[in-house]
């Protein structure tokens, strides 16, 4: 099973809402990931987890708030979001391997999310 | 100079040729090189993973690695309109846990 879930597949929120997305994987991988990624660009990397800790923060605002409660899910909690923050938050997980190196990454489907 | 580079788009190919999507990237020492398919409104998908110098093929799709010129690049043969999709070239930041993405190449395979 190389399967990542992300639930929900759309979400549209108010800026005064609190949101969750959730990802989940069953693939043993001890390093997962959430990443932003607008209309025509590459994903570009939020936070990294890596055997339930988090390890990477790439300087994203606190309205974006990430929790790993345990090797398989992942939940990115969302709160007084604003419009530019409209974009598809996807979910990945793989293999941490020796030197911090990234093993091949399976991605989710992805939650479009709109922020109005 | 960017992490990762991509040569820019978009590539458009008749269908039955080869598609040449090349990559370059600034970290003499990263170690592992990855290309991505997506589809549009779609998730990443790994096509290739690549670690040596040298070629790696898998079917119609063959990555070749030159780590002293610090190139990776992705053949595609005999190209389908199914193929049509952004080509994402993702590179291992040594000792830091994380990749870079270029930003993508879109092809277009034309029947």
């Known amino acids: 099973d190389t399967e990542v879930t992300q639930t929900p597949k759309h979400l549209v929120m108010g800026m005064t809402n609190k949101k969750s997305l959730k990802c989940e994987q069953h693939?043993?991988?001890?390093?997962m990931y959430w990443y932003k990624q607008k209309a025509k660009k590459p994903p570009e990397l939020m936070f990294v987890?890596?055997?339930?800790?988090?390890?990477i923060n790439e300087s994203v605002p606190s309205r974006f708030s990430p929790e790993c409660p345990n090797s398989s899910l992942l939940n990115l909690h969302l709160h007084a979001l604003q419009p530019e923050d409209s974009a598809l938050y996807l979910c990945?997980?793989?293999?941490?391997?020796?030197?911090?190196?990234?093993?091949?990454?399976?991605f989710g489907p992805g939650t479009r999310l709109l922020v109005l | 100079q960017k992490e990762v580079e991509q040569n820019s788009g978009p590539l458009s190919v008749p269908e039955g040729a080869i598609a040449s999507l090349n990559c370059t990237y600034s970290?003499?020492?990263?170690?592992?090189f990855f290309w991505y398919r997506q589809y549009s409104g779609k998730s990443p998908e790994l096509i290739m993973s690549?670690?040596?110098?040298g070629d790696k093929e898998d079917g119609r799709f063959t990555a070749q690695l030159n780590k002293a010129s610090q190139y990776v690049s992705l053949l595609i043969r005999d190209s389908q309109p199914s193929d049509s999709a952004t080509y994402l070239c993702?590179?291992?930041?040594?000792?830091?846990?994380?990749?870079?993405f270029g930003d993508g190449t879109t092809l277009t395979v034309k029947p």
């Open positions: 990945a997980s793989s293999h941490p391997t020796r030197a911090q190196q990234v093993g091949t990454q399976y």
């Open positions: 693939m043993g991988h001890r390093a």
């Open positions: 987890y890596s055997y339930e800790k988090l390890s």
């Open positions: 970290d003499r020492g990263s170690q592992s």
């Open positions: 690549i670690y040596s110098n």
């Open positions: 993702a590179v291992n930041i040594p000792n830091a846990g994380k990749s870079t």
